[in-house]
């Protein structure tokens, strides 16, 4: 009885274990996005997205030129996230956060804040951002 009881602590301290560590894993993406953001740097915030990615304003293309004019015409973009939830599914994950952004151009300052909801799953190794809600 006490073996078993045993056995199953240590199952359960490595399930947990092994959450933790996907959990970070999920983190440091989109920790990369952000830093992608503020750096305007395309080929870092790419790596972050999957090939498969979709949203309401079109596919992984039309994100890559989106991403490209806004990083190339904006003089400084500011990125900033709270109140982060994230919710694993097997090999995917929903993403919840509180963020602010604030953009720069010729002088003239946008800020945006809301909600962002990401649906991500795991592509080999990596975790990717495969939907913007």
């Known amino acids: 009885m006490r073996r078993n009881r045993l056995i199953g602590l240590i199952l359960l301290l490595f399930l947990w274990a092994c959450q933790t560590s996907t959990e970070e894993q999920i983190r440091q993406t989109l920790n990369r996005r952000g830093e992608a953001l503020t750096k305007r ?17 079109g596919d992984l293309s039309q994100l890559r030129k989106r991403m490209e004019v806004y ?15 994230i919710q694993i599914e097997g090999e995917t994950a929903m993403v919840i956060q509180q963020f602010h952004l604030e953009t720069e151009k010729g002088g003239k300052k946008n800020r945006y804040s809301g909600k962002e909801a990401l649906l991500l799953r795991k592509e080999g190794k990596h975790w990717k951002i495969f939907k913007g809600l």
């Open 41 to 57: 740097d395309l080929s870092l915030y790419l790596s972050c997205i999957s090939k498969d990615y979709q949203d309401k304003e």
């Open 71 to 85: 990083f190339n015409t904006l003089e400084r973009i500011e990125y900033d996230y709270w109140d982060r939830s």
